[in-house]
């Protein structure tokens, strides 16, 4: 069995354990597994599984792109002279491999279609005017940044306040309590296959959502309309050890787990984020 056939085999069980950061891809998860057969490429089950109206954005369950609906695609279709993100916005297929980093990348796709369309549509916009370049440049690199590794968050103040501070005592220690009234949403495909193999220093590019006082918020929708190259070249991203987060990662309950220097580092002078 491939690493996608044992990933799917385990989802599709009743008993299976969801870590936390699963939470918002569970559903798709567990419909996307329900209609795999070993063996199977994992185009054709996503295929298969978009057929029984999977995306909750629209009323027949298809997602739209302005070339026409989604769908994923075997790998061997993306002509070897064609950027990823151009042909997917020229086809509305997306290439997929065999392999658990776009599994996670179709299920980002099938539960946050909006802000995927959106970075899919900034990625062509940029190959359109700049080309095909040695280097990607400031605002495709942001992109890709956001498209594999982002997180959004929405928590009260005092917490975010520390986090910029990179002050991990008080974050994660002395106001531990005020995480329940938080939403971390991890969205980055290259970030949830990292945590397949849980480690101490996997972390997030966190993107803030509007403070938790002002009621929940469709992060979905909310990022995919400011998101621009403008403000991705900002980098107002914080980084966020993610399993240092409360109730993530048994871990973190020892004593000494947030005095890891190398994990939790302090922030250089002159740069905490405004």
Partial sequence: MTSVDTTLAVWARSDAEWPPWMAPYRAAAMRVAAVHVEGRPLAQTLTKALAHGLSQRSRDGAIGLRAGRLRFVQQHELPAS?????FIARTACVPTRDNLHDLFNALVWLTFPVL????????SQQI????????RGAVRDALTVFDENAAWWQAPSVLVEAL???????????????W?????????????EKLTL??????AHVWLLPPVADGPVDADLDLAARLTPEL???????????????????????????ADASVFRPAPRGTIAP
């Fill in 198 to 203: 849980p480690r101490k220093n996997i972390t």
């Fill in 180 to 192: 329940q009234r938080t939403q971390l949403t991890l969205f980055g495909h290259a970030l949830l």
């Fill in 232 to 258: 991705l070249a900002t980098r107002t991203h914080l980084p966020l050890p993610v399993l240092g987060v409360p109730g993530w990662w048994p871990g973190n309950e020892a004593p000494g787990f947030y």
């Fill in 82 to 86: 064609e950027p990823y993100e151009a």
């Fill in 128 to 135: 359109a005017t700049d080309g095909i370049r040695a280097t």
């Fill in 116 to 123: 995927k369309r959106r970075l899919n549509e900034l990625q």
């Fill in 164 to 178: 910029r501070k990179r002050d991990w005592h008080g974050l994660f220690i002395t106001h531990r309590a005020a």
